[in-house]
């Protein structure tokens, strides 16, 4: 069965640099949550969006922005990278009202 | 918000017994409460869930119950094996908005 795809795999940055993640979810699925791991931690919740919409904000920096396409796939944007933006960002997404809610394998980004 | 707390942080048993790990949350909102399994370089991946309007749940040797009215919720592995071995999350949400999850419980399973 088809998961959600997160690109890439892993990513190293400079400090002040910007990065992009991408994450495609299952297909018919209609929600993407964004989420960051730091080490030892458990997820937080980013960001998600429903339809194309922002649906609901969590602990996101100003410095990161997201957007879901029309195809439904969402990219993460972050700029300015810190040191302490060095983590697993995990993407998962889910039909409506969190049916099948399913996580990608992630995208470690460090940033050196 | 809503706020979830996990116990323990670590938990080490022998191959067969059975191991509880413990999580409550502050949102009497929320209604949609699973479990993740964790390993290594993975994403979380959905074990079990549980919804507001049943109190127990059982899936082979994993099992979780709610409490609504304690508002805690608990997982029980049963006959536990090596390859149970890894993180735990619990969490919780309200219309799946978004997923609040616990700190993580990491599971050793001793042969």
């Known amino acids: 069965a088809a998961g959600v795809i997160q690109s890439p795999r892993h990513l190293i940055k400079e400090k002040r640099e910007t990065a992009t993640l991408k994450c495609y979810p299952i297909p018919r699925h209609d929600t993407v949550y964004w989420y960051q791991q730091g080490p030892g931690q458990d997820p937080q919740f980013l960001i998600s969006?429903?339809?194309?919409?922002?649906?609901d904000k969590g602990s996101i920096p100003d410095r990161f922005s997201a957007q879901q396409f029309s195809d439904y796939h969402s990219e993460l944007n972050m700029s300015s990278l810190e040191l302490g933006d060095s983590a697993l960002y995990f993407c998962a997404s889910s039909l409506g009202q969190g049916i099948g809610y399913t996580f990608g394998s992630g995208t470690r980004l460090t940033v050196v | 918000g809503e706020n979830v707390e996990q116990h323990p942080s670590t938990l080490s048993v022998q191959e067969g017994d059975s191991a509880v790990i413990k999580c409550t949350y502050s949102?009497?909102?929320?209604?949609?409460f699973p479990w993740y399994k964790q390993e290594l370089g993975k994403g979380p991946q959905l074990i079990i869930d549980i919804r507001s309007n049943v109190g127990e749940k059982k899936d082979q040797r994993i099992a979780v119950t709610l409490n609504k009215t304690a508002k805690h919720f608990s997982l029980h592995i049963t006959e536990t094996q090596p390859e149970d071995s890894a993180v735990y999350f619990c969490a919780a949400s309200n219309n799946n908005n978004d997923m609040r999850f616990g700190a993580g419980t990491r599971l050793t399973v001793k042969p």
């Open positions: 969006f429903y339809e194309k919409m922002q649906s």
């Open positions: 949102d009497s909102a929320s209604n949609y």
